[in-house]
């Protein structure tokens, strides 16, 4: 079975309380006249306290273009996923030329090449390592990614492989876009990377190898979903698409897709010790809260990571998956769901195995 060597988070050095946070965006955002209480309201009801951006916040003031968000992006998301690849490798004790697979994800900017390729020569991976820029995922990424990995180490098993998250959701933001969307999304997401590295089943057992190990995965693609959440693209950048059904699709599908999988592995929802959720916003944790029946600690590390740095798109799930490891690591033998939801409207689960 393929198994997770290591994870590393990172943030943006820029931290700010979400008060901080909502006061800036009223100012470049709102015009004379709009009701700023809404705009409060909508902050205050995602349950963020604080956020770490990718640039100082007197900088979104300059940033007049789409070209001048990218290029910051491009900028923050090497520098952020070097320190995130180094660091996972570090704590895996793996070295840079050994990785023979590097899977990024992103939707938070644009770049060719792409952002694994400058990764790749700043850390030092081998120059006929693998690589596979994704993006469109969004938030379904970081839990996608994970299976991707362990369906190439499936074939690959005494390799290793990596997987790179960066978001940088502060540089999407639109100052002329006052639609609902915008406003609850100026309250919610937040920057931060996040890498992973696992190995196949050969290398892990020569290596002893103690973290979780991948049994399987699950994607799931809803019909008649496309608008619930994503991008427009348009001359001023991505502007955000999300509509209120999002809760509503977790009610509707999510209960029933855990279930049946868990159920091809003679598993029920009750034997499941441990739970990695991404924090996709206060009503869609509570979603799957209720539609799997879960006690409130068991996703209490989701909701403290959403409180602590927001909605990471892609990297949240990770940053869960680290804090888990880190703060309440499960016993050896443990059964565990690592899920996500994203554009599509989709979602994606991993069982793992600690």
């Given at each position: 079975?393929?198994s997770?060597?290591?994870?590393?988070?990172?943030?943006?050095?820029?931290?700010?309380s979400?008060?901080?946070?909502?006061?800036?965006?009223?100012?470049?955002?709102?015009?004379?006249?709009?009701?700023?209480?809404?705009?409060?309201?909508?902050?205050?009801?995602?349950?963020?306290?604080?956020?770490?951006?990718?640039?100082?916040?007197?900088?979104?003031?300059?940033?007049?273009?789409?070209?001048?968000?990218?290029?910051?992006?491009?900028?923050?998301?090497?520098?952020?996923?070097?320190?995130?690849?180094?660091?996972?490798?570090?704590?895996?004790g793996?070295?840079?030329?050994?990785?023979?697979?590097?899977?990024?994800?992103?939707?938070?900017?644009?770049?060719?090449?792409?952002?694994?390729?400058?990764?790749?020569?700043?850390?030092?991976?081998?120059p006929?390592?693998?690589?596979?820029p994704?993006?469109?995922?969004?938030?379904?990424?970081?839990?996608?990614?994970?299976?991707?990995?362990?369906?190439?180490?499936?074939g690959?098993?005494t390799?290793?492989?990596?997987l790179?998250?960066?978001?940088?959701?502060?540089?999407?933001?639109q100052r002329?876009?006052?639609?609902?969307?915008?406003?609850?999304?100026?309250?919610l997401?937040?920057?931060?990377?996040a890498?992973?590295?696992?190995?196949?089943?050969?290398?892990?057992?020569?290596?002893?190898?103690?973290?979780?190990?991948?049994?399987?995965?699950?994607s799931?693609?809803?019909?008649?979903?496309?608008?619930?959440?994503?991008?427009?693209?348009?001359?001023?950048?991505?502007?955000?698409?999300?509509?209120?059904?999002?809760?509503?699709?977790?009610?509707?599908?999510?209960?029933?897709?855990?279930?049946?999988?868990l159920?091809?592995?003679?598993?029920?929802?009750?034997?499941?010790?441990?739970?990695?959720?991404?924090?996709?916003?206060?009503?869609?944790?509570?979603?799957?809260?209720?539609?799997?029946?879960?006690?409130?600690?068991?996703?209490?590390?989701?909701?403290?990571?959403?409180?602590?740095?927001?909605?990471?798109?892609?990297?949240?799930?990770?940053?869960?998956?680290?804090?888990?490891?880190?703060?309440?690591?499960?016993?050896?033998?443990?059964?565990?769901?690592?899920?996500?939801?994203?554009?599509?409207?989709?979602?994606?689960?991993?069982?793992?195995?600690?």
């Open positions: 079975m393929t997770l060597a290591a994870v590393f988070p990172v943030l943006p050095q820029h931290r700010y979400q008060q901080e946070l909502t006061q800036a965006f009223a100012e470049v955002c709102m015009r004379p006249g709009d009701n700023v209480e809404v705009l409060k309201r909508l902050h205050t009801n995602t349950k963020v306290n604080s956020r770490n951006l990718a640039l100082p916040l007197h900088r979104y003031r300059e940033l007049d273009s789409f070209s001048e968000a990218n290029d910051a992006y491009i900028a923050v998301a090497v520098d952020l996923g070097s320190q995130a690849v180094v660091g996972a490798l570090a704590r895996a793996i070295g840079a030329h050994e990785v023979d697979l590097i899977i990024f994800t992103t939707i938070t900017g644009v770049a060719a090449p792409s952002i694994d390729a400058l990764v790749a020569s700043q850390v030092g991976l081998r006929d390592v693998k690589r596979l994704l993006f469109g995922l969004g938030c379904v990424a970081g839990a996608a990614g994970i299976a991707r990995l362990h369906d190439f180490l499936l690959h098993p390799g290793v492989a990596v790179l998250s960066v978001e940088l959701c502060s540089l999407t933001i002329d876009d006052r639609s609902m969307a915008n406003l609850v999304a100026s309250g997401f937040g920057d931060g990377a890498a992973v590295v696992a190995v196949g089943a050969d290398r892990a057992a020569q290596t002893g190898v103690t973290g979780p190990c991948v049994i399987d995965s699950r799931h693609l809803y019909p008649g979903s496309a608008r619930t959440m994503g991008w427009d693209v348009g001359t001023s950048g991505l502007k955000i698409v999300l509509d209120a059904q999002v809760p509503e699709l977790v009610h509707r599908y999510l209960g029933q897709d855990v279930r049946l999988f159920k091809e592995h003679d598993l029920e929802v009750d034997g499941i010790g441990c739970w990695v959720s991404h924090p996709g916003g206060p009503k869609v944790i509570e979603a799957i809260e209720t539609e799997l029946d879960l006690p409130p600690a068991a996703l209490q590390l989701t909701w403290e990571s959403l409180s602590r740095v927001g909605n990471l798109s892609s990297a949240s799930v990770l940053h869960v998956l680290d804090d888990t490891w880190r703060l309440r690591r499960p016993k050896a033998g443990t059964s565990s769901v690592l899920m996500a939801m994203g554009p599509g409207f989709c979602s994606e689960l991993v069982l793992l195995q600690w």
